[in-house]
C-alpha cells in the first residue's frame, strides 16, 4: 500500500515515504486549511495510508521528475531600437504557415508614460513600408498616457518571413472601413444533466447574437470584436468573445462557466458539446465533467486564419513596468521548454492542471511558483514560437482552477466590499454569514481534485493578457485577483474595517506576498474600464497604507533593534523563526510596486534593506547563512523580537538542513535572494544591497547554478534571476 506523510501544520506537504509513524486518523488535523483537509479525505477514500510527523517541516520537496539539462539555449533576439522622434519600440514579425492567408496580427501592447497619449496614430515599419496599426486602448498611467492598448495590424502585402520592425507614431490612422460581413455561421448545441439528475439543453446561434448589442472589445477599421452570454441551464453559462476582421473572418473563443456561487444545489453536471459551422461539425466535446469554480474554452477561427506572430521587446516590457527586471542575458533551455510541451500534448482533455500542482500547498521549487511562472518567463526571454505556445497553453488552463466565485446575477468576481463575511471557503457557508454565506451544497459536489492555497498560488493570466489582449485573459486575471482577496479569513481580512479588501494580513509571509503581486497585476493592467479595476486599486493601496502603518509608523519591529526590516509570519511551524525566503518574496513584490511609482511601497523597501543586507554583512558567521531556511528572529519563550544579529544566530540552528540553502536550484534560496538584493537596490541605489549580493556569491563558487548541464538551474527554472547593475559586484561575473 502506499504510504503518505504529511509534515508540517500550515505549510503541509505530502511526500512518499515507507515509514509507518501513525495513523492520520489518529492524528489531529485542526491545524489544517479546509482545502488541505479534503485532500486527506480524498485520499483516505482512495484507501491510501496516510501518516503524521508532528514538529517536522520538509524543507523542499522531493526532486522534480526528472528534466533534460539545458542543451541549446534560446537567448533574447536582437530587436531595432528607437532612434528618431516618434519611435516606440522594436518588434519582430514572422510569418511562417504557408495555409495561413488572414493578413491582420492582433496582439496586447503595453507601453511606457508618455510614449502614446490617447488619440495617437500608430504603424509598424519594416523597411520603408508603412503598415496601420488599429489601436483600442485598455489602460492608462496616471499621466494619462496609454499604459495598455490591443493593436490589431494590417500586413497586406508583407512577404511571408521573418520581418524586424519598429512600432511608431504617424500623423494619421487607418482609414479602411471595416466591412460589416459576417461570414461565421457557427452554433452551439448543448445537450447536459445536474448533479440532481435534471436534464438541461440550449442552443447558442453567432449570428443571431451578433445582431444583438454584447460588450464591445474592439471597435475599429480592421477588427471588431463583442463579448455575449447566453445561460444554458439554471448554472451553466456560455460566453463567445467574437471578432470579426475586415472582409468577414472571424474568431471566436467559446467559453463554459460554472461560476454562479449563491444558487442552490451541488454545481456538478456533465453535457456534450457540439459546434457546427453551417451544416458541418467542426468540434464535438462528449461527456464533459464539468465541477464547481471553473471554465473551459476553445477558440475557433472560420473562413480565414491569421499566420503572424510578433515577437516583443523584453527589455521595453520591463521599462514599462509590466514585469520584473528579469536578466535577459541568461536564456533559457528549448530542451525544458519541448520537454513541458511534449507533456502537455498527453493531456488533452478539458479541465485539467496539464503542468500545474493540483495540490497547491505542496512547497518548495515548482514550476508555478514565483513572480511570474518558469513558462512566462521563458516566453519573456526568448521570444520563441514554441514558449509562446506553452505559455498560453498553461494560461488557458488557469480555467480549470476552481477558484471563480462570481454574482450570479453579474458573473462578475466576488467582491468583498459588499460581501465582507464572504470566505471562499467550505467555512464560508456558516449560517452566521447571513448574506454572505455560500450554500452548503456548493462544496457537496467535487473540486475538480484540487486543493488550493494562497501561500503557493501561482500568476496564471497576466503576461498571457499582457502579450495577447485576449479578453479572456482579463476575465482570468480578475478571477484569480478576487479569489486571493476572499480566500483570506475574514477576521484578518477585516483588521482595518469589514469589507476592506485587505490582503496584508494573511497569515503565511509568502501568502501576503503572492496575493498582494496578483492584486497589484490586476490594478497595473486591467482595463480601466473594467468594473473589477477599482476594487483592485483598492485593495493594493489599503494594503500597502496598512504595512506602512505597521512596520513604518508605528513601528511594529522597533523591539528587533540591528535586525529589523524582516516581515512577521504568524503560522510558521518553528517556534520563534522568521522565513528570509519568503521575506524576499515580499520584498521582491513591494520593490516591484515601488518601481511603478507607490511611495508607500518603496519607504516599506527601504526599511526591509537593514534586514536583507543585514542577514549577509552583520551576522560575523558566512554570509551563506543568510539565505538559510530559518532565522531565529524571535526568543522562543516569549516570542520577541531578538535585539541583536549576534543573539539571532546563536539561536539559529546549525542543523545543515535548516543551512542548506539549495545553491544549485533555479528556485533555491540562494537565488530569492540574490533577486531580493537586486529589487532592493533598484529602489534604493544603495551599495549596501550590492555589497550584500556579493558576499554571498563569495561563498558560491562552487555552485552549479549557471551551468547549462544542470537541470535544476537557471536555465530551466529562470523566475528568480533579476539582472544586477552592469558593474561593480562580483555577482555579475557568475
Known amino acids: 500500500m502506499m504510504r503518505i506523510r504529511l509534515t508540517g501544520l500550515f505549510g503541509t506537504c505530502l511526500l512518499l515515504t515507507g515509514l509507518l509513524i501513525a495513523p492520520i486518523a489518529a492524528q489531529d488535523l485542526s491545524g489544517l486549511t479546509p482545502e488541505q483537509r479534503r485532500a486527506v479525505e480524498r485520499l483516505q477514500a482512495q484507501g491510501v495510508e496516510l501518516q503524521q510527523v508532528d514538529g517536522a517541516q520538509s524543507l523542499r520537496p522531493q526532486p522534480e521528475q526528472a528534466v533534460p539539462s539545458a542543451g541549446r539555449i534560446l537567448k533574447t533576439p536582437d530587436f531595432l531600437k528607437p532612434q528618431r522622434a516618434g519611435e516606440i519600440t522594436g518588434l519582430n514579425l514572422d510569418r511562417t504557415a504557408r495555409d495561413a492567408d488572414l493578413p491582420y496580427l492582433t496582439f496586447g501592447q503595453v507601453f511606457t508614460a508618455g510614449d502614446m497619449i490617447p488619440g495617437d496614430h500608430l504603424a509598424i515599419r519594416v523597411g520603408d513600408r508603412l503598415f496601420p496599426v488599429q489601436a483600442d486602448v485598455k489602460a492608462a498611467h496616471g499621466d ?17 518571413g521573418r520581418h524586424k520592425a519598429m512600432l511608431l507614431r504617424v500623423p494619421a490612422g487607418p482609414a ?36 444583438q448589442r454584447g460588450t464591445s472589445w474592439l471597435s475599429g477599421p480592421f477588427a471588431r470584436e463583442q463579448s455575449h ?25 467559446l467559453t463554459f462557466e460554472n461560476h454562479k456561487t449563491f444558487a442552490p444545489g451541488m454545481r456538478d453536471m456533465t453535457y456534450t458539446v457540439i459546434v457546427h459551422d453551417g451544416d458541418q461539425v467542426i468540434a464535438r466535446y462528449d461527456d464533459i465533467e464539468h465541477y464547481r469554480g471553473s471554465n473551459w474554452s476553445t477558440v475557433i477561427e472560420t473562413t480565414a486564419r491569421s499566420g503572424w506572430r510578433v515577437e516583443q521587446d523584453p527589455a521595453y516590457l520591463i521599462a514599462a513596468g509590466a514585469v ?52 512566462d518567463v521563458m516566453w519573456l526571454k526568448s521570444q520563441s514560437a514554441r514558449a509562446e505556445q506553452l505559455m498560453l497553453a498553461m494560461a488557458g488552463r488557469a480555467g480549470a482552477i476552481p477558484w471563480h466565485y462570481a454574482e450570479d446575477a453579474t458573473g462578475l468576481p466576488v ?38 492555497d494562497t501561500a503557493h498560488k501561482p500568476l496564471m493570466t497576466y503576461t498571457a493578457y499582457l502579450a495577447t489582449g485576449d479578453a479572456y485573459f482579463a476575465r482570468e486575471l480578475a478571477h484569480e485577483a478576487a479569489w486571493v482577496i476572499a480566500a483570506i479569513w475574514p477576521d484578518l481580512r477585516n483588521v482595518n474595517a ?110 526591509a534593506e537593514n534586514y536583507q543586507a543585514g542577514r549577509f554583512l552583520a551576522t560575523g558567521a558566512s554570509p551563506s547563512a543568510g539565505a538559510a531556511y530559518a532565522h531565529m528572529l524571535n526568543e522562543p519563550g516569549t516570542q520577541s523580537p531578538v535585539g541583536s544579529w549576534m543573539r539571532a544566530m546563536a539561536l539559529t540552528s546549525v542543523d545543515p538542513a535548516y543551512l ?75
Open 324 to 375: 520584473m527586471p528579469f536578466d535577459l542575458g541568461y536564456g533559457v533551455a528549448e530542451t525544458k521548454i519541448a520537454a513541458d510541451l511534449a507533456a502537455l500534448a498527453q493531456d488533452t482533455d478539458v479541465l485539467t492542471p496539464g503542468l500545474l500542482e493540483p495540490y497547491m500547498p505542496s512547497t518548495g521549487g515548482r514550476a508555478d511558483i514565483g513572480p511570474l511562472p518558469a513558462w
Open 144 to 160: 494619462g498616457s496609454v499604459r495598455h492598448a490591443v493593436l490589431t495590424a494590417d500586413l497586406t502585402g508583407l512577404d511571408r
Open 415 to 452: 467582491k468583498v466590499e459588499g460581501r465582507p463575511w464572504f470566505w471562499a471557503e467550505d467555512r464560508g457557508t456558516e449560517e452566521w454569514r447571513g448574506d454572505d454565506r455560500i450554500p452548503s451544497a456548493y462544496f457537496m459536489g467535487s473540486d475538480g481534485g484540487w486543493s488550493l
Open 660 to 734: 542548506n540553502n539549495f545553491p544549485d536550484d533555479g528556485t533555491g534560496y540562494v537565488v530569492s535572494a540574490y533577486a531580493a538584493l537586486a529589487m532592493t537596490h533598484a529602489v534604493t541605489r544603495s551599495r549596501v544591497s550590492l555589497d550584500a549580493a556579493e558576499a554571498l556569491a563569495v561563498t558560491q563558487r562552487d555552485s552549479r547554478l549557471f551551468d547549462p548541464s544542470n537541470a535544476a538551474g537557471i536555465y530551466t527554472r529562470p523566475q528568480f534571476l533579476i539582472t544586477y547593475p552592469a558593474a561593480g559586484n562580483r555577482v555579475n561575473t557568475r
Open 176 to 211: 479602411t472601413p471595416h466591412s460589416a460581413s459576417d461570414r461565421s455561421q457557427l452554433t452551439v448545441s448543448i445537450v447536459g444533466r445536474r448533479a440532481d439528475r435534471s436534464e438541461f439543453a440550449g442552443q447558442l446561434d453567432l449570428l443571431s447574437l451578433s445582431a
Open 498 to 607: 469589514p469589507g476592506e479588501p485587505m490582503v496584508g494580513e494573511e497569515l503565511q509571509l509568502r501568502g501576503r506576498a503572492w496575493a498582494l503581486r496578483d492584486v497589484s497585476a490586476a490594478a497595473f493592467l486591467l482595463p480601466d474600464g473594467d468594473p473589477m479595476k477599482g476594487y483592485f486599486r483598492t485593495a493594493r493601496d489599503i494594503s500597502l497604507t496598512h504595512m506602512k502603518r505597521k512596520y513604518i509608523d508605528s513601528g511594529f519591529l522597533d523591539a528587533a533593534g540591528e535586525t529589523e526590516g524582516w516581515f512577521e509570519d504568524t503560522s510558521y511551524s518553528i517556534a520563534g523563526a522568521v522565513p528570509p525566503w519568503q521575506n524576499d518574496f515580499m520584498v521582491m513584490v513591494l520593490a516591484h510596486e515601488a518601481l511603478r511609482g507607490s511611495a508607500d511601497a518603496a519607504a516599506l523597501v527601504r526599511w
Open 229 to 253: 452570454t447566453k445561460q444554458i441551464g439554471p448554472l451553466l453559462s456560455v460566453r463567445a468573445d467574437h471578432r470579426v476582421y475586415a472582409g468577414g473572418a472571424a474568431r471566436t473563443r
